[in-house]
């Protein structure tokens, strides 16, 4: 009871958290932080005490983590685009026409990229990926690399079926993604000045590679 004589309504009790939950979180917590500063201030000036600040973390915590910034900024690759990837496996592994796979690969795209934090990693590597080497190399093994040898396969299994009528578009699917990379660059630049409707871009782009739907 408390001091009126009335009964003290407990509290429900809360879980406590593990140590690995808290540390988990803290994880979460310092990569929310580094996207929010890499995006401000670039990679170059980015400062890991500012991302530790923004965070509520001690700067030794984010070693505890990851070793350097540059890892840092690995990890927000693996963990934020990585699942990209992995979707564009399973749109792979469905057997659909062509047309159909890169119609589906649009939608993945806006709403799985370029709608979210995302596009905000994928701009600084275009931007600063020449003047950090490990970092371009990180994403295109990581991100690159497998996506284009998705749409390879998918683009070669075309090719066979007839739906594509000459191999050039296999030989460099870089084609299928450009008006991604496009949307990304004028996103960063030039979104201020004009909108662009990334959606309606990357189909006419469809209809130009595979001629208009009959």
Same mark, same amino acid.
């Given at each position: ?26 994880? /979460?917590?310092? $990569?929310?932080?580094? %996207? /929010? ?5 670039? +990679?170059?000036?980015?400062? &890991? ?41 399973? &749109?792979?592994?469905?057997? $659909? !026409? ?6 589906? +690969?649009? /939608? ?26 490990? %970092? ?32 050039? $578009?296999?030989?460099? !699917?870089? &084609?299928?993604?450009? !008006? ?15 909108? $662009? ?18």
């Amino acid at each position: 009871m408390n001091q009126t004589g009335t009964p003290t309504r407990r509290r429900p009790s809360r879980p406590v958290a593990t140590r690995g939950q808290k540390s988990a979180e803290r994880r /979460d917590a310092i $990569l929310a932080a580094a %996207l /929010d500063e890499f995006s401000k201030q670039g +990679f170059a000036a980015a400062r &890991l005490d500012d991302v530790a600040k923004r965070a509520g973390v001690a700067k030794g915590t984010i070693y505890l983590h990851f070793a350097d910034k540059e890892a840092l900024f690995q990890e927000l690759i693996r963990t934020m685009l990585g699942p990209l990837v992995a979707n564009l496996h399973e &749109l792979s592994a469905i057997d $659909l !026409p062509i047309r159909t796979v890169l119609e589906r +690969f649009v /939608d993945v795209f806006v709403s799985g990229l370029f709608e979210t934090r995302r596009r905000d990693v994928a701009y600084l590597i275009i931007t600063e990926g020449g003047r950090f080497p490990k %970092l371009a190399e990180f994403y295109y093994r990581h991100v690159i690399e497998p996506g284009i040898a998705v749409i390879r396969a998918l683009l070669e299994r075309a090719v066979k079926r007839g739906e594509i009528p000459h191999r050039a $578009l296999a030989r460099f !699917p870089q &084609l299928v993604v450009a !008006p991604g990379v496009m949307a990304i660059i004028w996103a960063g630049l030039f979104e201020r000045f004009a909108h $662009l409707d990334v959606a309606g871009m990357m189909r006419s782009h469809i209809e130009i590679l595979l001629g208009q739907r009959q």
